[in-house]
């Protein structure tokens, strides 16, 4: 078995380190400390310069002018932004529009999927309530069907990342049962954020660099023309979000993060080669779990339960090492002028999102009690 990346997928990640080191490295202290937004200019800039060096769309499929790479090649070039503390600029890097958008029917394609490939529209995605996180099925929001073609929508939505930026909302709510008797059912909506009833009524401070949003839907009115998929059939969309998510997301940015403190720690002569050994065995580890799930995701395969355990390990074990190094260099780790302490405020914040390391504890002795194979490597 080969487990070096592919020769292609190994020259994208080259190229990407490339532009981290070359393009965003030198920004980071522009970056004020409790922002995750450079001014629109810089960023249209860096979009620009991605562009010119075949660096946009990478993991878009080819019918949709993309490069075609998969999850592990989405891995490969996360983990690479994640050498920067701007690895949040991601979202504007067009490396993948959010992946339930190629549910959608062919007209949806053309008003979301395919401005948002092109950079044109960007998306949020609104799943988690004040009683509802990585729990799609307890769910309050409502959408109630009003005349042939529309739903009105009433309730909330909180942590919804970069809903002040965005153009549109990926908004999963609780539709009526589609047959007397019936259960009711968790349908995805696309909801344009100027919709009326809509508002974004805050952002929400944090301890890292990002402010998420709470949302307000009161009798908002959206087109069933609007619906992915079918009416009541979301929540399996919401676990595929989910198991992508927890793959492709935090862990590979957390892996890069970790890669690069280790790198500096090594540079600076801070700590033992016990010590650094010790550190750089646990992140190889969490390295090759996330490229084995990822391979298994290209593969097709069920990796819920892989995800699970990508996301608890990777997560809990970059933000450790952080945490060591910074403490190896005292008081300069904990300054601004090295890069450590944003990245333990914003890796703290991956071991929550998209499900605490409890909950994915919890997913993968579920499997195991059902009898999922999850420790069969292949």
């Given at each position: 078995?080969?487990?070096?990346?592919?020769?292609?997928?190994?020259?994208?990640?080259?190229?990407?380190?490339?532009f981290v080191e070359a393009e965003l490295v030198p920004l980071e202290?522009?970056?004020?400390?409790?922002?995750?937004?450079?001014?629109?200019?810089?960023?249209?800039?860096?979009?620009?310069?991605?562009?010119?060096?075949?660096?946009?769309?990478?993991?878009?499929?080819?019918?949709?002018?993309?490069?075609?790479?998969?999850?592990?090649?989405?891995?490969?070039?996360?983990?690479?932004?994640?050498?920067?503390?701007?690895?949040?600029?991601?979202?504007?890097?067009?490396?993948?529009?959010?992946?339930?958008?190629?549910?959608?029917?062919?007209?949806?394609?053309?008003?979301?999927?395919?401005?948002?490939?092109?950079?044109?529209?960007?998306?949020?995605?609104?799943?988690?309530?004040?009683?509802?996180?990585?729990?799609?099925?307890?769910?309050?929001?409502?959408?109630?069907?009003?005349?042939?073609?529309?739903?009105?929508l009433d309730g909330g939505k909180i942590f919804t990342s970069h809903?002040?930026?965005?153009?549109?909302?990926?908004?999963?709510?609780?539709?009526?049962?589609?047959?007397?008797?019936?259960?009711?059912?968790?349908?995805?909506?696309?909801?344009?954020?100027?919709?009326?009833?809509?508002?974004?009524?805050?952002?929400?401070?944090?301890?890292?660099?990002?402010?998420?949003?709470?949302?307000?839907?009161?009798?908002?009115?959206?087109?069933?023309?609007?619906?992915?998929?079918?009416?009541?059939?979301?929540?399996?969309?919401?676990?595929?979000?989910?198991?992508?998510?927890?793959?492709?997301?935090?862990?590979?940015?957390?892996?890069?993060?970790?890669?690069?403190?280790?790198?500096?720690?090594?540079?600076?002569?801070?700590?033992?080669?016990?010590?650094?050994?010790?550190?750089?065995?646990?992140?190889?580890?969490?390295?090759?779990?996330?490229?084995?799930?990822?391979?298994?995701?290209?593969?097709?395969?069920?990796?819920?339960?892989?995800?699970?355990?990508?996301?608890?390990?990777?997560?809990?074990?970059?933000?450790?090492?952080?945490?060591?190094?910074?403490?190896?260099?005292?008081?300069?780790?904990?300054?601004?002028?090295?890069?450590?302490?944003?990245?333990?405020?914003?890796?703290?914040?991956?071991?929550?999102?998209?499900?605490?390391?409890?909950?994915?504890?919890?997913?993968?002795a579920r499997g195991l009690i059902r009898g999922y194979a999850a420790?069969?490597?292949?």
């Amino acid at each position: 078995m080969d487990f070096r990346l592919p020769p292609d997928i190994a020259a994208w990640k080259a190229r990407m380190r490339q532009f981290v080191e070359a393009e965003l490295v030198p920004l980071e202290r522009d970056l004020p400390p409790f922002s995750s937004t450079l001014p629109p200019e810089e960023a249209a800039r860096l979009v620009t310069r991605l562009k010119a060096q075949g660096l946009w769309a990478l993991a878009v499929p080819r019918e949709y002018g993309g490069a075609g790479l998969g999850l592990v090649a989405l891995c490969a070039l996360r983990e690479a932004l994640g050498h920067t503390t701007l690895w949040s600029l991601a979202r504007l890097l067009g490396t993948e529009p959010p992946i339930l958008l190629y549910d959608c029917n062919e007209e949806q394609k053309q008003r979301f999927l395919l401005p948002t490939i092109r950079g044109e529209r960007y998306g949020c995605f609104a799943l988690t309530e004040r009683n509802a996180g990585s729990d799609a099925a307890a769910l309050t929001l409502r959408a109630q069907p009003d005349g042939p073609g529309h739903y009105v929508l009433d309730g909330g939505k909180i942590f919804t990342s970069h809903a002040d930026e965005a153009d549109y909302a990926l908004v999963f709510g609780v539709t009526p049962p589609l047959q007397d008797g019936g259960k009711p059912g968790i349908t995805l909506f696309l909801v344009d954020m100027d919709t009326p009833g809509l508002q974004v009524l805050r952002q929400i401070e944090t301890m890292g660099g990002d402010r998420p949003s709470e949302l307000s839907f009161s009798n908002c009115r959206v087109p069933a023309a609007n619906i992915v998929g079918a009416p009541g059939q979301a929540f399996a969309l919401a676990q595929k979000w989910f198991a992508c998510d927890r793959i492709a997301l935090q862990p590979p940015i957390t892996i890069g993060a970790a890669a690069r403190s280790l790198s500096l720690a090594q540079a600076a002569q801070v700590a033992s080669a016990g010590d650094l050994g010790r550190l750089a065995l646990r992140l190889d580890a969490a390295r090759q779990m996330l490229y084995h799930a990822a391979w298994k995701a290209d593969r097709g395969a069920d990796v819920t339960f892989e995800a699970a355990m990508v996301k608890a390990t990777a997560t809990t074990t970059g933000l450790q090492i952080v945490d060591q190094v910074l403490e190896w260099f005292g008081p300069a780790g904990y300054g601004r002028d090295l890069p450590f302490e944003r990245y333990y405020r914003d890796l703290r914040r991956f071991t929550i999102a998209a499900g605490t390391y409890e909950i994915q504890q919890f997913i993968v002795a579920r499997g195991l009690i059902r009898g999922y194979a999850a420790l069969n490597c292949l």
